[in-house]
Structure formats: C-alpha cells, structure tokens
C-alpha cells in the first residue's frame, strides 16, 4: 500500500480515501463516489480497529463480510483495498496512541471511554499509509468527523478531512452496519431517533431558539419509544462540542440510543441563515 501511495504522489495524482471496518452498505458507498469525483486513485480500507471497541462492546461479533465487500469496491471502481490484519496494524511491541483532548472526552468519549484514542489512533495510522490528499467520512459519526479534523489541524497532516452528508433508509433510520443486528420490533422502534430530530426541527422551524427546551423536546420525542433507552441527547456547538443554552452559528443535536441490546447514534446539523436556522438531518 505504501509503495502504491508513492507511486501515485510521485504522479502527482490526489488519493482519495474511504477508511472503513467494513460491512459495508449505501452510506459507505456514497463516500466512494464522492471519492471517485474529487480524485484519482481511490483507496479504501476495512479494518475492524480492536482498539476502538471497549471490553463489552461487539468487536467479536462485528459483521466481516469481506469478500462481498470486496465485490461492491470493485464495481464502484475502487483502486485499490487495504486490508491488514490486527497484527499488521499492532505489531507486537506497539507503544504509541494519540489523543484529542477535550473533543474525544465528552458524549460518545464519556460514553465509550477509550474509543476516540483508538479511531485517532488507527486513523492517523492509515493517513501516514495511505497518504490520500483528501479522506472521506460520514457525518452520522459527527463527533468522530471533529475529532479527526482536529487532530489533522493540530498534527499539520496534509490529509484534509472531508464530511459526506447522512444516508438513510426511506423512513429517516441513519443507515449503519450495525442495524444488521435490529429485530424486526427493534427495527421499526429505531426510527424514534429520526422521529425525535424531526420533532425538533419542526420546533426549530416554528421559532424555538431555546436549548433547553428543544433538549426536553428531543427527549421526550425518544422516551415515548419504549424499546428504545436513551444514553444522551445535547444539543452542542459544531466546533467546541460544549452544550449551549440558545441556537447560534452552527450547532449540532447529538444524541445515542439503546434499541433492544444494539447500541444507536445520529445527529442533525443546525446552522444559522440569516434570521432563520437550517437544520440538516
């Protein structure tokens, strides 16, 4: 991989690259496109990263269906699959981690303590392998898209960090590989999290401009749900990620849920137009 990356810089053509841990679905595959319109050659990896998975959480279990995987990059025109091995990534020895301060604590890194030293971590591994000019993510996993554009500031990486908007099934559920693992009840209880952004963004649409009051909304939206338990739900500045009381400039409504024993996550980005705010979901 890296002898290919030399290659391509050496040709002076961009690499664009699509890190992921594979089982892959429609939101992987929108990154790849966009991937293919900006670049070429286009990278993408799978690796399920172990040191981004806490003790109980599902690594074992973790879909790996690579040779369909494999099958989808190519017919999107896919260049090139990295896909080491834990060994590969981890050899025997490994010392080193990174952090991002602040960002990767609160929320998700409150949540799932130890996951944003693993994704920087595994990430910025993956950066110094690949050297694409551009990588794409999702912003389903917004809090994880600021962390690593952070650290790609901090680090002064020449990889610039490219957010892809949110792909959802027709009835608003965020589109994850981990809704494999959904019941049938469980599958239509998932869409409370959508449901919950939706009522929101009627009350922001209708003139709440208050926090704290579209927090109770969002709430009292997901608890109506009663195979649904909620982890957080805040409403946060899209750059610090701290909790703010009043919309302004560009916020966002993060919020992770429990349905049945699979764990959930989707956000909606607030951003000010004038007088009025537009509230992507």
Known sequence: MKQAAREARARER?????????????????????????????????????????????????????????????ALGVDYLFAPSPKEMYPDGYATSVAVEGLGDRLEGRSRPGHFRGVSTVVLKLFEIVQPRFAYFGRKDAQQVRVLRQMATDLNLDTQVVVCPIVREADGLALSSRNAYLKPDERRAATALYRALEAVRREIAAGERDAVRLSVALRRALESEPLVALDYAEIVDAETLEPVLRLRRSCLILLAAFVGATRLIDNALVEEEGDSFRVSL
């Open 14 to 74: 961009p690499i664009g690259f699509v890190p992921t841990m594979g089982a892959l679905h429609e939101g992987h595959f929108s990154l790849v496109r966009a991937a293919r319109r900006d670049c070429s050659p286009v990278v993408a990896s799978i690796f399920v990263n172990p040191k981004q998975f806490g003790p109980s959480e599902d690594f074992q279990k973790y879909p790996r269906p690579m040779e369909a995987d494999s099958a989808a990059l190519e």
